[in-house]
C-alpha cells in the first residue's frame, strides 16, 4: 500500500526554521519526483519546492533562499528545511509523489500544519 506521511510541523516564532520529514512506504522514492505544497486558509494549494529522481530542484519564488528540499533515498524520505520563516509560510504543508508515466501528483500525504507566530 502506497503512503506518505509528513511530520516535523509545529509552532515556531518569525524567523525561525523547521525541517519537515516526508516517508514513504510501498513504494520507492527515488524513483519519483517529490513536491512539497502548502495550503493556507482561504487559498490554494500551491507548490512550493520539488526534487527531481535525479536530484534537480525547482522552489516557488516565495521560498526561493530560504528553503530547502532534500531526499535520503536510503531512508524513503524527503525532507524540507525551512529557515527565515514568516507568518506568511502559516500553511499546511503536504508531500505528494508525481507518477512518473503521467506527470500527476497523484499520492498525497495527510498533511503537517506549520504555524508562523510571536
Known amino acids: 500500500q502506497v503512503q506518505l506521511v509528513e511530520s516535523g510541523g509545529g509552532l515556531v516564532q518569525p524567523g525561525g526554521s523547521l525541517r519537515l520529514s516526508c516517508a514513504a512506504s510501498?513504494?520507492?522514492?527515488?524513483?519519483?519526483?517529490i513536491g512539497w505544497f502548502r495550503q493556507a486558509p482561504g487559498k490554494e494549494r500551491e507548490l512550493v519546492a520539488s526534487?527531481?529522481?535525479?536530484?534537480?530542484?525547482n522552489y516557488a519564488d516565495s521560498v526561493r533562499g530560504r528553503f530547502t528540499i532534500s531526499r535520503d533515498n536510503g531512508k524513503n524520505t524527503v525532507y524540507l528545511q525551512m529557515s527565515s520563516l514568516k507568518p506568511e509560510d502559516t500553511a499546511v504543508y503536504y508531500c505528494s509523489a508525481r507518477e512518473p508515466l503521467t506527470n500527476i501528483y497523484n499520492y498525497w500525504g495527510q498533511g503537517t500544519q506549520v504555524t508562523v507566530s510571536s
Open positions: 526534487i527531481s529522481s535525479t536530484g534537480s530542484t
Open positions: 510501498g513504494f520507492t522514492l527515488d524513483d519519483y519526483t
